[in-house]
C-alpha cells in the first residue's frame, strides 16, 4: 500500500506543477487604478510631483501623469481600456491632445476641444489594441510591471488657461498571464486531496479485485 500512496502523492506534485504552468499562457485581465493621488506628474511650472487631489498646473508639450505597477501577473499586454477624467480650464475652442503610453510605447491618442466652461471635466473611455503585444519589465516595483503614462502632445496658447488630470481612473490590461501566477493555496490544497483520494480509490479497487475488502 505504501508504494500506491507515494505513487499519489507524486501524480499530485506532477499535477500541482501543470496546474501551475498552465496558468501561464492564459489570456487574462487586471485592473488598476490609474491616475491615482499617488501618480507622478511633470508640469512647466513645479518641475516633478505627485499628483495628490490634481492641481490646474498643466498647459505644455510633455506635461504627464504617470504610475509604475508590479506584481500584475501578466507576462505582456495586447489591450487596454483607460477610464479618466480632466478638468478643463482653457478657453472655449483650444484644442488639447494626449498620448497614452505603456512602458514607453504609445498606444493610442485623444484629444478634447474646451467648450469654454471653466471647470468642465471632460470623461474619457478609451479602448486599444496593441500589436506587437508589449511585454512586461522586471523593475522596482516586481516582476510583470507595466508603467502608464499619459501624456499632453499639445500647449495651450499663452494666456488661454490650463487643464488638470484628476485621480480616480482606471486602466485594464489585457494579455497572457504569466508564470507568477500559480495557483492560490486553497486551489493548491484541494488539488493535492483530490489527487491523492484518486490513488487511494484505485488502491482500493485492486485490493477489491484481488479478493480483498479494505
Known amino acids: 500500500m505504501t508504494r500506491h500512496i507515494q505513487a499519489a502523492f507524486l501524480s ?3 499535477a500541482i506543477a501543470m496546474s501551475a504552468t498552465s496558468y501561464a ?7 488598476l487604478d490609474f491616475p491615482t493621488e499617488f501618480s507622478t506628474t511633470r508640469d512647466a511650472i513645479n518641475g516633478f510631483g505627485v499628483l495628490g487631489t490634481g492641481s490646474a498646473v498643466h498647459f505644455n508639450l510633455g506635461d504627464y501623469v504617470e504610475q509604475t505597477y508590479g506584481n500584475t501577473g501578466l507576462s505582456n499586454t495586447t489591450g487596454s481600456q483607460w477610464q ?3 478638468t478643463d480650464f482653457t478657453l472655449d475652442g483650444v484644442l488639447n491632445t494626449f498620448d497614452a503610453r505603456i512602458n514607453g510605447a504609445t498606444v493610442g491618442s485623444f484629444s478634447y476641444t474646451s467648450d469654454g466652461v471653466f ?3 471632460h470623461d474619457f ?3 486599444y489594441t496593441h500589436a506587437p503585444a508589449i511585454n512586461s519589465q522586471i523593475g522596482v516595483m516586481g516582476p510583470d510591471s507595466f508603467f502608464l503614462t ?3 502632445t499639445s ?6 488657461g ?3 488630470w484628476n485621480p480616480g481612473g482606471t486602466v485594464t490590461l489585457t494579455g497572457m498571464s504569466s508564470a507568477q501566477a500559480i495557483p492560490e493555496p486553497g486551489s493548491m490544497a484541494l488539488l493535492t486531496f483530490a489527487t491523492c483520494s484518486l490513488g487511494i480509490a484505485a488502491y482500493r479497487r485492486r485490493k477489491t479485485a484481488n479478493g480483498t475488502v479494505c
Request: glycine content about 10%.
Open 12 to 14: 499530485a506534485a506532477l
Open 25 to 31: 499562457g492564459v489570456v487574462t485581465s487586471v485592473l
Open 84 to 86: 479618466f477624467s480632466i
Open 119 to 121: 471647470g468642465s471635466v
Open 125 to 127: 473611455d478609451l479602448t
Open 150 to 152: 499619459l501624456l499632453a
Open 155 to 160: 500647449t495651450v496658447p499663452t494666456g488661454s
Open 162 to 164: 490650463t487643464w488638470a
